[in-house]
Each structure stands twice: as C-alpha cells, then as structure tokens.
C-alpha cells in the first residue's frame, strides 16, 4: 500500500492486517526495488522508505531521498489500461474528453497550516518544459487526447518556466485544452494570456477563505485584496 496515508501515518496504518507493506514518500523508485526484492525472495530491510510487519513487530526502514530529476521517470503506460475513454473526472473540471492527467512538478515551499506535505516534501522540484510537452503530444497522438488536467499544488510558480511550456504548446501546434491549480500571487496578465493562448481555460486557485483572519491564521500569506486582483484578471484574459 502507499499514498499519503501510509505516508502520514505509517505504523499506524500497518495495525491493518489486510496490509504487510507500505511505500512511504514517493513511490515510482521504492515499489521497483520491492518488486525486484520480491521476485528474488530478498528480505526487504535494505529497502529505503517502506514499513513492513515483521513477525509481531513493525519496522520502519530510513527515509528515501526524493527523486532530483523528474526528466529520469517514463511516461505512466497508459497503454497497460482500458481505454482512457471510459476514465470521466468531476464534470466541472473538463471541457472536452479524452481528458488525461499530468503532474509537472512536485513538492510546495509554503506552509500552510491545513496541508500535509509528507509524500512530495516541502522542496519544489519540477519537470522541464520539453519534458511535459512531449507528453502531452504523446497523448494526443497515441490516446486521442483532448485534454490535460495538471495537478501540481503550484502551477505557475516558476514563471519562466510556464512561458516556456506555453510557447512549446505554440510551436509545436498541438490543438489541447489544459486546466492547473495555482495561488493567486503566482500569475500575472502577460502569462495568463500566454497561457489562454496555449489551451488553458480554467486554473482552481487556492483562495480558502474569504476572511482576512482566517488567511491569516491558516499562514496562507495572501491577502484578499490580491486574490480579487488575480481572479479579475484571469476573467479579463477569457479563463474560467
């Protein structure tokens, strides 16, 4: 088993018999070691980042460290599933189906309080913009994909990097639309009419409540002021 769960609360989480494993953090390197170990008949304790049962006792092995070069981990292989047709998100948050998944980057530096971090850590580390493009053409081409739904915690957080995520989306004329999450005081007017341009229609903004109080409480370090400047921004630039 592996998540956030697991992650938050391993030891915990292993009182479950139905469970003998879990993947703590980031599981894409970890769960390919624990595959390898287990067809070989290995004992798992060399591996980093995971909680097993061990007779009556739970043991925890050390941290693994997070994964530096997002570029070095494959596309998932959507093509082990059923067609990407019969996957249907929230109806609000879809334009035009097939629509798939992508995460560009991982990890948050802000630290608000309600938020756990414990899978992706508090490091932002993020996919270049070659890198997520080709994915979304390789969508498109082999999947018939017609639309993408990032879901990173903070899109546009490096700016630079989005303007050049955008004007390869341009380049390279891949007809998609494309909707992500992001604060409130990571946008501005000339990269959300890039982003417009590319395919974006809709960006979820992390507002969380409309009193200043409770902003203030929650550490999000935004004020209401920029909220309402970014949300009239974006409907001057024709994004949902």
């Known amino acids: 088993v592996g998540g956030p769960h697991i992650t938050a609360a391993p030891e915990e989480s292993l009182k479950n018999k139905d469970f003998d494993l879990g993947v703590i953090g980031e599981g894409e390197n970890t769960f390919l070691e624990f595959i390898k170990i287990f067809q070989e008949n290995k004992q798992f304790g060399d591996i980093d ?40 998100p929230q109806i609000h948050s879809m334009k035009k189906q097939p629509i798939a ?9 802000f630290q608000c309080i309600y938020c756990d971090k414990s899978v992706f850590g508090t490091k932002y580390r993020v996919r270049s913009s070659k890198n997520v493009v080709d994915e979304i053409e390789y969508l498109v081409k082999n999947f018939g994909v017609n639309e993408i739904i990032f879901l990173d915690d903070n899109f546009t957080l490096i700016r630079d990097r989005i303007l050049n995520l955008c004007d390869e989306i341009i380049r390279r004329k891949i007809k998609i639309s494309w909707s992500c999450s992001t604060r409130a005081d990571e946008v501005d007017e000339e990269l959300l009419k890039l982003m417009k341009k590319s395919g974006c229609w809709m960006i979820a903004v992390g507002i969380e409540s409309g009193n200043s109080k409770i902003l203030q409480i929650a550490n999000k370090k935004i004020s209401l002021e920029k909220i309402r400047e970014a949300v009239e921004l974006m409907n001057k630039c024709g994004i949902r």
């Open 101 to 109: 998944p992508i995460m560009s980057s991982r990890g948050c530096p």
């Open 49 to 88: 980042g995971i909680v097993y049962r061990k007779g009556n006792e739970t043991v925890r092995t050390k941290p693994r460290k997070l994964i530096e070069n997002l570029d070095d981990l494959p596309f998932p292989t959507h093509h082990l599933l059923p067609s990407i047709k019969l996957y249907h």
